[in-house]
């Protein structure tokens, strides 16, 4: 399974738009990259998922450039209630299910009034 | 339709006694997961079981630790004669086959 690389922790504003980019260099051709967020106390909760170019749902956007070897967690207008840690996974979902996926680290986003 | 159900949410042990954890999966769901998360790392797979059979267990401490998942009634994930390094989060997560998991809220364990 891909090993994923991400920032140890990130600050924010209220209200400002944050991107945190993981680096998956040796991702498969089939491997999918999926983020996680895991408040204090509570277990991991599944953001969003792609393959390639931009995924955007309700909660956040997904890039993902041509090669694949990173992507880019985009949070638009983050709030105190974005405070969290989010992790990056790489994985192939048709093959085997997320508890092959490694959990790294994640990245720690504090968001400040 | 209620999410994945663990209890105790915390609980607390002496060293040699016995934990035992319990995980109800959502509705619908015949496929559990157990995952331990140390203070300030990510989660650690532990084991993948069925109905009445375990998938995978390659994450699973060769002693001390077992799991089950019965016909009926919770998953169970049993930590006999617990030391100091069990102290973590314990997490269980459901699916469908085939499906993405749902974790519940963790089970935190001390031993003292």
């Known amino acids: 399974l891909a090993k994923t690389t991400q920032p140890i922790s990130m600050d924010s504003y209220e209200g400002q738009e944050v991107n945190i980019t993981c680096s998956h260099n040796?991702?498969?051709?089939?491997?999918?990259i999926t983020w996680y967020q895991q408040f204090p106390s509570q277990g991991p909760r599944f953001i969003i998922q792609?393959?390639?170019t931009k995924v955007t749902n309700e909660v956040a956007s997904l890039f993902i450039p041509a090669d694949r070897k990173s992507s880019t967690l985009s949070l638009p207008r983050v709030s105190l209630s974005d405070t969290a840690v989010y992790y990056c996974?790489?994985?192939?979902?048709?093959?085997?299910?997320?508890?092959?996926?490694?959990f790294g680290t994640g990245t720690r986003l504090k968001v400040l009034a | 339709n209620a999410g994945v159900m663990q209890n105790p949410r915390h609980l607390v042990r002496r060293r040699g006694q016995e934990a035992r954890l319990r995980c109800s999966p959502m509705?619908?769901?015949?496929?559990v997961y157990w995952y331990r998360q140390l203070p300030e790392e990510g989660l650690k797979f532990m084991v993948y079981?069925?109905?009445?059979?375990?998938?995978?267990e390659s994450g699973m401490p060769k002693e001390r630790f077992s799991a089950e998942f019965p016909k009926e009634g919770p998953s169970i994930l049993r930590i006999q004669q617990v030391v100091r390094g069990d102290s973590a989060a314990y997490f269980c997560?459901?699916?469908?086959?085939?499906?993405?998991?749902?974790f519940g809220p963790g089970t935190r364990l001390t031993v003292l």
């Open positions: 997560a459901s699916s469908r086959q085939g499906a993405r998991e749902f």
């Open positions: 996974l790489v994985g192939d979902p048709t093959t085997s299910g997320t508890y092959k996926y490694i």
């Open positions: 040796n991702i498969a051709t089939n491997d999918y």
């Open positions: 792609g393959y390639k």
């Open positions: 079981l069925q109905k009445e059979n375990i998938i995978d």
């Open positions: 509705k619908g769901h015949s496929h």
